[in-house]
Nanobody, 127 residues
Framework: VQLQASGGGMVQAGAFLRLSCADS????????????MGWFRQAPGKEREFVAT????????QYADSVRGRFTISRDRTKNAVYLQMDNLKPEDTAVYYC?????????????????WGQGTLVTVSS
């Protein structure tokens, strides 16, 4: 599986963005539909941090405290894709956002729980 994240951009505070992550299709049809998925982000000069995760069914989600209530993770197993709806964006949300495939079917909040990482997409929020 090779992941490709998209949907980043430059917006003002209070705006919204929807990130998408899908298999780039270069690996012969293998899917991650039976794995948990997650979104992480890395701001300039900071370590990568957990944002949101979802289990393989899409029924169990977990969020970082900093985004809970503003961000929503979802997935479409038929499209082999995962999404991150980001509402009421703040300047502190500025970062490169990465999607990842979990080692297991359940959600995972630690980066060690992931086996495959996609290329990131940059989100810039101005005040």
């Amino acid at each position: 599986v090779q992941l490709q994240a998209s949907g980043g951009g430059m917006v003002q505070a209070g705006a919204f963005l929807r990130l998408s992550c899908a298999d780039s299709g270069r690996t012969g049809g293998r899917t991650f539909s039976n794995n948990g998925m997650g979104w992480f982000r890395q701001a300039p000069g900071k370590e990568r941090e957990f944002v949101a995760t979802i289990d393989w069914r899409g029924s169990n989600t977990q969020y970082a405290d900093s985004v809970r209530g503003r961000f929503t993770i979802s997935r479409d197993r038929t499209k082999n894709a995962v999404y991150l709806q980001m509402d009421n964006l703040k300047p502190e949300d500025t970062a490169v956002y990465y999607c990842a495939v979990a080692l297991r079917a359940g959600p995972a909040t630690n980066s060690y729980g992931y086996k495959t990482w996609g290329q990131g997409t940059l989100v810039t929020v101005s005040s």
